[in-house]
């Protein structure tokens, strides 16, 4: 590629950020670092309607966490500025008169009023919805129809108005899309979509195309609801006449949940998030569960989103960042629908958290660990507890119940687990056990010599003395190998627990 590669997210800043916009910014960012290229952020906040407060620093939030941080973005700020859309409507009407100056716009002057009348007017059995198109402008309160001078006048008396594009009649247009392939549109079947609103501000169409242009964007990806939108702006770069500067566009796939589109709706009926992360709605209060806060590493996160619609070829399921910027490629992104399935998610956090290393997990453990009130004696202690129970850590919060019994000493006992099998033999076995560790050297290969020694000489199966072990040292039947178990938490914390287990096994 000769020139540098230009790629933008352009997000509207109107609340969470749903997987699929992640997956957008993931593709993005992996083909601009594929090709040494810039990877920008633009804040698309030309609707003010739409707009919600926090959520452009909450997107912000978000990619920082996921470890996908823009080149170019309001607040790391760079050549092409401002990156907010609100920040440049001085630019947009320039380009909507010189449309109109040329006739491919035009302005309107139509009420609200008036739209409503064409609605109910041209309603009929084959258009059940009509569409402000060729079929009724010539009938409308716009510049096509009105002289010069009354077009004038209405502009000079600030009447409300907007500029609509004038779409052409009998047109066929397309454009050769990234994953689809060559796409072809009629231009009769789209309307005359709004350019300018009367607030001033462009719409996504006229403000994508100038910003796509302007900013240099070589490469650009959206949601596949955006293709019906398309012969628009191919139109518009050939009227503003930057026909040979229009970015390559790949539309992405949507991601499916389990009844079609994947949806907010979906994760709250299946208990699983669809957001990066936590996302309260500033006007209602809701809070929308995020991946991040449900227990995702973001290493993990973008494993599994990239693996969403794209594959290497080969069956490997687990890429670090750096493969998959290295693999990346838009030939194998597949152009059907991907299906989400959060057992698979899991997964892959829990293929994350097992081989990462003990210290990248150190500091959020610790946070979880703390936040149950339990406190942490020293590092190396947490350290080794980490590495001894990551392996059965799906989520990161699984860290508090895997983790807990090695910061406390059990409060209650699986005692139907013990009970109906305890004996007096068995009670014996363990004083005498304690007292041979007396002088036993503390590591858990030589415990657990000493123990199957001990055993055999009692003629009593390991097997039938390991789970009362493990009860007395966890309080439940879960957790790492006994003997590592008390080789970490040490002689004297190992002799009290027995010791109290015994009671509480006899009483
Ligand atoms: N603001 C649009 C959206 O949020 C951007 C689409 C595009 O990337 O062009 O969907």
Redesign the pocket.
């Known amino acids: 590629m000769s020139n540098k590669v230009r790629v933008?997210?352009?997000?509207?800043p109107?609340g969470g950020l749903h997987l699929g916009?992640v997956r957008?910014v993931l593709y993005n960012y992996l083909f601009a670092k594929h090709h040494g290229g810039d990877f920008i952020l633009r804040i698309?906040d030309t609707d003010q309607n739409r707009y919600v407060e926090g959520a452009e620093q909450y997107i912000l939030d978000c990619l920082k966490w996921a470890g996908l941080e823009p080149d170019e973005s309001p607040v790391h700020g760079g050549a092409f500025g401002p990156y907010r859309q609100s920040e440049r409507k001085a630019m947009y009407r320039q380009y909507a008169e010189q449309l109109v100056n040329d006739g491919y716009a035009y302005y309107a002057f139509d009420t609200p009023e008036d739209l409503e009348k064409m609605r109910e007017t041209h309603k009929s059995a084959d258009n059940p919805s009509p569409q402000y198109d060729h079929h009724v402008r010539m009938k409308m309160r716009n510049s096509l129809n009105l002289t010069a001078d009354e077009t004038k006048a209405l502009l000079d008396a600030g009447t409300r108005h907007v500029i609509r594009i004038k779409m052409p009649q009998g047109e066929t247009i397309g454009f050769t899309d990234m994953i689809r392939g060559y796409i072809e549109f009629e231009t009769s079947l789209v309307d005359d979509k709004v350019l300018l609103k009367a607030d001033g501000m462009p719409t996504?169409h006229l403000a994508?195309v100038v910003d796509?242009y302007s900013m240099k964007i070589t490469h650009?990806?959206?949601?596949e609801?955006?293709l019906p939108s398309a012969p628009v702006h191919l139109l518009l770069w050939k009227y503003l006449g930057w026909h040979d500067q229009m970015p390559q566009w790949a539309h992405l796939p949507l991601i499916l949940g389990p009844n079609g589109k994947l949806s907010k709706r979906d994760g709250a009926k299946y208990g699983f998030p669809v957001f990066a992360m936590n996302w309260k709605d500033p006007k209602t209060g809701e809070l929308t569960e995020g991946f991040r806060e449900k227990g995702f590493l973001p290493e993990a996160f973008i494993n599994l989103l990239a693996l969403l619609g794209w594959n290497d070829g080969t069956e490997k399921e687990i890429f670090t960042k750096a493969e998959l910027i290295e693999k990346f490629s838009l030939e194998r992104v597949h152009a059907a629908g991907a299906k989400f399935d959060y057992e698979k998610a899991k997964w892959f956090n829990h293929e994350w958290v097992k081989q990462s290393v003990v210290g990248s997990l150190e500091s959020v453990v610790r946070g979880i660990l703390e936040e149950k009130g339990l406190s942490i004696p020293d590092e190396a202690f947490l350290r080794k507890v980490i590495g001894l129970v990551k392996e059965r850590c799906t989520l990161l919060p699984d860290f508090a119940e895997q983790a807990s019994f090695f910061f406390k000493s059990p409060v209650e006992y699986d005692l139907a687990a013990v009970k109906p099998k305890w004996s007096e033999a068995k009670d014996a076995f363990f004083k005498v056990l304690i007292a041979q560790y007396e002088t036993v050297n503390w590591s858990a290969a030589d415990l657990e010599a000493s123990f199957k020694e001990l055993a055999t000489a009692k003629a009593i199966k390991p097997g039938e003395l390991l789970l009362p072990l493990r009860i007395m040292l966890v309080g439940g039947k879960f957790g790492p190998g006994v003997f590592d178990i008390m080789e970490v938490i040490g002689k004297e914390e190992s002799f009290k627990r027995v010791a109290d287990a015994l009671v509480a096994f006899g009483g």
Do not use: Q
């Open positions: 933008r997210f352009a997000p509207s109107t916009g957008t698309e996504y994508v796509d650009a990806f959206r949601g609801e955006w």
